[in-house]
């Protein structure tokens, strides 16, 4: 397989071939070349085959600085670089990595950091932070975190404009404790967070059929049956049909219930916390339509009725805002 770079050389080295074939000859309207000149060291009009190639002329940069010197380096705000078995165990899955750098060398106004999974078991990532000289650099990891009970290693770099190459500093390591909640898998992160649910375990919740039937509303895609446009909005068709998936469980759970009995329905704590997403934005939505309409007799106060006692059922705040005044 070629791959892009590989084609764009091959391209390159196709169109050369042709320039040189086609350049000999004269073009309509356009000046005869003197003799010797040449286009990418070759001879393209008449003249001694053996005229050498100019030596090409490459722009000065200047003096180059050493590059900046990583120092001070902490994991949670524990000072040093350590590896094996001492190394820091952090409880958050969320730790704070701090760089400094050498005062007495150039100041970094970007600093890279890598971190991996010394089992293997996730992929290296890179990252990116603006720095500002003199002071040190706090990086922090993903909204999503790291995984519980698995062991670390991470390292920085800092590049100034006017400084060499910058090396790496030394790999440091770290644990993050386990226990903690896993929040790599999270859909709805932020609902996920205020409802204090694990993504991954299964919450049964007991509702009213009638309070089933407003989130089975808020469950059902707009247009439902009309393709989304993925230039559009992309990924759409995935969430619409991660909600259908979510929908098509609470109805099989609940069916042959009538309105005025109480029905208990099972889902993971990330799928809880996509329904009750979708619940709150449906209950803003009649809010703020009745309040741009005074006629309209509905507002969002049965659905924010029923997003509390879902929240409650999973052992969340009574009055969730998932993302919404109220």
């Not at 393709?227 to 909600?243: I, K, M, S, W």
């Not at 309040?291 to 049965?302: L, N």
């Amino acid at each position: 397989m070629i791959n892009r770079r590989g084609r764009r050389f091959l391209t390159a080295g196709v169109m050369l071939a042709v320039t040189a074939a086609v350049l000999p000859g004269r073009s309509y309207g356009s000046p005869q070349p003197p003799v010797g000149h040449t286009w990418g060291c070759f001879v393209v009009a008449s003249g001694p085959a053996d005229l050498p190639c100019p030596e090409p002329i490459m722009p000065s940069r200047g003096p180059v600085s050493p590059p900046p010197r990583p120092t001070g380096l902490a994991t949670d705000g524990v000072p040093g670089c350590v590896t094996g078995p001492d190394r820091p165990v952090v409880g958050t899955t969320r730790p704070s990595l701090t760089v400094s750098f050498a005062p007495d060398g150039p100041q970094p106004t970007e600093v890279t950091v890598e971190h991996e999974s010394l089992d293997g078991s996730e992929e290296p990532y890179l990252s990116w932070t603006p720095a500002e000289p003199g002071k040190p650099v706090v990086l922090e990891a993903d909204e999503e975190g790291l995984a519980p009970g698995v062991s670390y290693r991470w390292r920085v770099k800092g590049t100034s404009a006017d400084a060499a190459e910058p090396g790496w500093s030394a790999w440091c390591e770290f644990t993050v404790v386990a226990g903690l909640l896993d929040l790599r898998e999270a859909t709805d992160l932020d609902a996920v967070r205020e409802l204090g649910v694990d993504p991954g375990r299964r919450y049964p919740v007991t509702l009213p059929v009638r309070q089933w039937r407003l989130l089975l509303d808020a469950l059902t895609p707009p247009d439902d049956g009309v393709a989304l446009d993925d230039e559009f909005d992309e990924g759409a068709d995935e969430v619409t049909e991660r909600l259908r998936g979510i929908g098509a469980a609470v109805r099989a759970q609940i069916a042959g219930r009538s309105t005025g009995q109480v029905a208990t329905v099972t889902l993971t704590g990330d799928e809880w916390a996509s329904a009750a997403m979708e619940l709150a934005m449906m209950a803003g939505v009649w809010d703020e339509t009745a309040e741009e309409d005074p006629e309209v007799d509905e507002d969002g106060a049965t659905r924010w009725e029923a997003v509390d006692r879902l929240s409650a059922a999973l052992g969340g705040p009574a009055h969730p805002r998932l993302g919404h005044d109220r």
